[in-house]
Structure formats: structure tokens, C-alpha cells
């Protein structure tokens, strides 16, 4: 089987590969966001509810997270896992994982900002919401953005772990080709694949680090 078979026959899984990555992108990000609010409540119970949360997402493997979210609906309400639902399961259990993450990366960009730039912006007038919308965040997010990018990475190559619930991404489809044709070219595709792809996120992110080099 040469090169560009593969390759077609690889088409549709690279697509869901994207399809999980740009959906758990969109989604945690915000969510992470939330997340770290929580963490940093002044309400004692709220804040522990979010640690706890945080560390369970964080201490315990992704593809066990996946498994919990696609067969405890069955399990715990006896409720009946129909074929829609794995995609379903595949985004909900990427997005709490990553919103946890990203969680704790906002709270540590958030925590170093120095208190004098808030007591200014009240001086100024400025609400909490605005100083945070308008001060804050903007600094912020030129902090967090080379730890964002690593948890970028990481998330196109963990769209693999998909192949768990037997999802029909990648590098399912790249493991069934190499089982069916004993080679390792689907491999060498997929390789390729996830490589390009984290490249062109590296790239991405470096131009949005480079446009906000005014917050210095």
C-alpha cells in the first residue's frame, strides 16, 4: 500500500482528530477561566470544592476519565450508551481534563500580577470587572501563553487517547491499516500528521505572543 492510500483512507480520522482538538480548545479554555475564579474563591468550601476537582482531573489519566464519562451514565443510572453519545463522551471528558489545567495556569498568571496595579485602576474609577477585563487579563495573557502552548501540544497528541472508546480518529484508524497490512507506514503518516500539526500550533501561538509584546 503506498503513501497516498494511506493517506487517503487516513483523511476522515485526521479530520476527527482536529474536530476533538479545536472543540476541547474552544471549550476548556473559557471553562478553565471559571475554574480558577472558584479556585481563588474567599469562600473557603467553594475554593476546596475546586481544588479537589483540580487535583482529581489532574491526578488521575486521561483515558480513565474517558472511560468514567462514556460508560457512568450506564452504570450509575442505568441509562442506555447509544453510538452519538462516544463523541459526546471523547469532548466532555477532554474538556474537564484540560479545563483543569488551563485552570491552574490563569490562577498562577492572575496571583503574579501586583496588587498596586489594582489599588491604581480603583483610583482611576474603574470597577473590578473592568480592571480585570481591561488591566488584567491582557497582562495575563501574555504571561500564560508559553504554558498555554505546551498544553496546546499536548492536547493534539492526547486526541490519540480517543481510541479508547473506540472512536474512529487517527490513530485508530492508522493502528487497524498497520494491523490489516503489517506495515508501519500508517504510522509514519500519522507521525507526520501530529508533527505538522503541533507545528503549525507552535506558530500560531508565536505570533499571538509576538502581538501583545506591548505588554511588557
Keep these: 500500500m503506498d503513501f497516498a492510500t494511506i493517506l487517503q483512507q487516513l ?6 482528530t482536529v474536530g476533538i482538538f479545536l472543540w476541547t480548545l474552544v471549550l476548556s479554555l473559557p471553562l478553565g477561566l471559571l475554574i480558577s475564579f472558584g479556585r ?25 476519565q474517558l472511560l468514567v464519562v462514556y460508560f457512568g451514565p450506564y452504570y450509575l443510572f442505568g441509562i442506555n450508551i447509544s453510538g452519538s453519545y462516544r463523541f459526546v463522551a471523547i469532548i466532555i471528558g477532554f474538556v474537564l481534563n484540560y479545563a483543569a489545567y488551563f485552570a491552574e495556569i490563569y490562577r498562577s498568571g492572575i496571583e503574579s500580577m501586583p496588587i498596586g496595579q489594582y489599588e491604581a485602576a480603583k483610583i482611576l474609577g474603574y470597577s473590578r470587572t473592568q480592571t480585570f477585563i481591561k488591566i488584567i487579563l491582557p497582562q495575563v495573557i501574555k504571561r500564560i501563553l508559553p504554558s498555554v502552548t505546551n498544553e496546546v501540544i499536548t ?62
Design 40 to 64: 481563588m474563591s474567599k469562600n473557603r468550601l467553594v475554593a476546596v470544592i475546586f481544588k479537589f476537582y483540580i487535583s482529581i482531573m489532574r491526578g488521575t489519566p486521561l483515558m480513565l
Design 155 to 216: 492536547l493534539v497528541k492526547d486526541t490519540s487517547l480517543a481510541f479508547s472508546l473506540a472512536y474512529m480518529e487517527m490513530f485508530t484508524i492508522a493502528k487497524q491499516i498497520a494491523a490489516a497490512q503489517t506495515t508501519m507506514m500508517p504510522f509514519v503518516v500519522a507521525a507526520v500528521f501530529y508533527y505538522i500539526f503541533n507545528l503549525l500550533v507552535a506558530v500560531v501561538m508565536e505570533r499571538i505572543e509576538k502581538s501583545l509584546d506591548y505588554y511588557k
Design 11 to 16: 483523511g476522515s480520522g485526521m479530520l476527527k
